[in-house]
């Protein structure tokens, strides 16, 4: 069974910390790594991840796939209140036709002022 | 602004009737996803649509779940009949099959049954 991990489940920051938000995965016929962000409703899209080694950055935030040790991490630096919300990291699988994406049950990140 | 639309918002409900959910895709994707999140599961996919064509719901428990889309911009889930188990706040999702990843989010159904 395809597998994801958050780590850690909750944290509590001051604004203009750096957080890292760790996610580990085990999955058979792995297609891509994604994060979302949820706030108060639905997951918005962040990134999506192929490749190992290869970050991607948009803003303050950037993200970076490990395929060999099968984990990616979420950076944010100079955080704001903004950033408050639950970040959701999930797994694209194929399997013939069918498509999977299993969720993490996400980290808590609270960005106090 | 091109949005997923889901109704109704919220619904509560007794245990062993019916349920049944909305979702209007955005205008020109052809691929929409159920999904259900609770705190202790998180978000789970429940089934997905490309074109009208169910292509995968074994995420779904199939003895009282059923999916469907009748028409390009109306998906439905329906629950029947409900338990106090299925309470959960209901997504749909759509995109297009090039970009699967990028998937638009409805506000979401939040359904308690009692």
């Known amino acids: 069974e395809d597998k994801v991990v958050q780590s850690p489940l909750s944290l509590v920051v001051h604004e203009g910390d750096t957080v890292t938000l760790n996610c580990s995965y085990e999955?058979?016929?792995?297609?891509?790594l994604l994060w979302y962000k949820q706030e108060k409703k639905a997951p918005t899209f962040l990134f999506m991840l192929?490749?190992?080694?290869i970050e991607k950055k948009s803003g303050r935030l950037s993200s970076i796939l490990d395929k060999k040790e099968l984990f990616s991490i979420l950076n944010i630096t100079a955080t704001q209140t903004g950033d408050s919300a639950i970040y959701l990291c999930a797994v694209e699988a194929s399997g013939g036709s069918n498509y999977k994406l299993t969720f993490g049950k996400g980290t808590l990140l609270t960005v106090n002022p | 602004d091109a949005r997923v639309t889901q109704t109704p918002r919220h619904k509560v409900t007794e245990m062993g009737q019916e349920v049944t959910m909305r979702c209007q895709p955005i205008l020109g994707h052809n691929t929409v996803f159920w999904y259900r999140q609770t705190m202790m599961q998180g978000l789970e996919l429940l089934a997905y649509?490309?074109?009208?064509?169910?292509?995968?719901d074994s995420g779904m428990p199939k003895d009282r779940f059923s999916a469907e889309m009748p028409d390009a911009t109306l998906a439905t889930l329906k629950i029947q009949p409900s338990e106090p188990r299925d309470s959960a706040v209901y997504f749909c999702?759509?995109?297009?099959?090039?970009?699967?990843?990028?998937?638009?989010f409805g506000p979401g159904t939040r359904l308690t049954v009692t």
């Open positions: 999702a759509s995109g297009l099959p090039t970009n699967l990843y990028e998937q638009y």
């Open positions: 999955v058979t016929n792995f297609r891509s």
């Open positions: 649509f490309r074109n009208r064509a169910p292509l995968d």
């Open positions: 192929t490749s190992s080694g």
